[in-house]
């Protein structure tokens, strides 16, 4: 079955993404075909129930086709436009508390055999879907996130990109290819926040 045949993505992540690509309707078309969306709207067309729960691997190959159709760079366009669709608890007031809270959003939108992977109330994180490791740089208005998880490394540098700029719009991401890339057989991603 693979190690991520039992966890489901929220539907209200896969909504963002649709959003995210809406003006390119064959993308569109594609991802609810590869997601196999099956609810209609009000005028019978497919649609993401934002309520419901979606298996991650077809979510997975949703963002190899946005690879193979849009490029690393429509990747990244797709990620960093999901942080001005997310919502964000009144506690997060700037751009290091943002950039801490991606791995606990990441395990709130992802269930494992049915159950959170993360419990706001309980403070319990399960593992089996990666992490974003945050770890700011003490005396710099700078940060580096390492990223070992399932998701393609240009949608994660746009993701962090989008966090980052919501908060400190003059913000800048940068891959330290040192550390190694997942889009090159690596187990993690290492992005430097600079602002």
């Known amino acids: 079955m693979g190690p991520l045949s039992n966890i489901t993505v929220s539907g209200a992540s896969v909504v963002s993404i649709v959003q995210a690509v809406k003006g390119f309707s064959v993308l569109v078309s594609t991802l ?8 209609r709207d009000a005028t019978g067309a497919l649609a993401v129930d934002p309520n419901a729960w979606y298996p991650v691997r077809d979510y997975l190959i949703a963002y190899k086709k946005i690879d193979t159709l849009l490029g690393g760079r429509g990747l990244e366009k797709v990620g960093s436009l999901i942080p001005s669709h997310a919502v964000f608890p ?6 290091r508390g943002a950039l801490a809270s991606i791995d606990v959003a990441f395990h ?3 269930k494992l055999d ?3 992977m993360f419990d706001p109330s309980t403070g319990t994180m399960l593992e089996g879907i990666g992490h974003y490791g945050y770890q700011a740089v003490p005396g710099k208005n700078e940060a580096r996130l390492v990223c070992g998880n399932p998701y393609p490394c240009r949608f994660d540098l746009g993701l962090i990109r989008g966090m980052a700029q919501r908060f400190e719009p003059g913000a800048t991401v940068t891959h330290d290819a040192n550390e190694g890339c997942r889009a090159k057989g690596g187990e ?8």
């Open 32 to 39: 609810l075909e590869v997601m196999k969306v099956q609810t």
């Open 90 to 95: 009144p506690n997060i007031k700037d751009v």
């Open 108 to 110: 709130m939108n992802h």
């Open 114 to 116: 049915g159950a959170p």
């Open 188 to 195: 993690s991603c290492t992005y430097v926040v600079s602002w």
